[in-house]
């Protein structure tokens, strides 16, 4: 079992920044990359990044260049940092876990909001 707990959202103005922490418990051995995930009002959850247990980080075309994940290994933090903000980042962000071996992240944490507005 992998337990994750999120913090650092809150409201910042179009064009700033923040930067998002989970930090990872439990079987922190078992895991095989972390992601972080998005879910909007009415929308479906999208996937923001990414960070494979080598170091390996995935994006989506439209955060390359605003958003960085890295892992602090010693802290067993996973962290989103999130540049040029905009009003459409508004969103509920999710940490997700994925074990060694599977193919999707099954341990979630309990979500932070990010609301970019002025």
């Known amino acids: 079992q992998v337990q994750l707990v999120e913090s650092g959202g809150g409201l910042v103005q179009p064009g700033g920044s923040l930067r998002l922490s989970c930090v990872a418990s439990?079987?922190?051995?078992?895991?095989?990359?972390m992601g972080w995930y998005r879910q909007a009002p009415g929308m479906k959850r999208e996937s923001v990044a990414s960070i494979a247990s080598g170091g390996l980080t995935n994006y989506p075309d439209s955060e390359k260049g605003r958003f960085t994940i890295s892992f602090d290994n010693v802290k067993n933090t996973v962290y989103l940092q999130m540049d040029s903000l905009r009003p459409e980042d508004t969103a509920v962000y999710y940490c997700a876990a994925q074990k060694v071996g599977g193919s999707v992240y099954d341990s979630w944490g309990q979500g932070t909001q990010v609301t970019v507005s002025s």
């Open positions: 439990g079987n922190i051995l078992s895991i095989d990359e």
